[in-house]
């Protein structure tokens, strides 16, 4: 009986470590979304609004 105990023991405490590494892994993948997508409209503004080839220069 108590081997058995013991073993729920571990296996709930597993299962808490699984859970936070998921909520962990949620929310670097939320984040790695937003830079992309940050990524993605900085090139959009590129096509739109290409830089200068003066060097900000403008006589």
């Known amino acids: 009986m108590a081997n058995a105990r013991e073993r729920i023991n571990r296996t709930e405490l597993a299962l808490a470590r699984?859970?936070?590494?998921?909520?962990?892994?949620?929310?670097?993948?939320?984040?790695?979304?937003?830079?992309?997508?940050l990524v993605e409209v900085a090139h959009q503004l590129v096509k739109i609004d290409p830089p200068s080839t003066d060097g900000g220069l403008k006589a």
Not at 18 to 31: D, G, K, Q, T, V
Request: hydrophobic share 40%.
């Open 18 to 37: 699984s859970e936070e590494m998921l909520a962990e892994n949620i929310a670097l993948c939320s984040r790695l979304s937003a830079q992309r997508r």
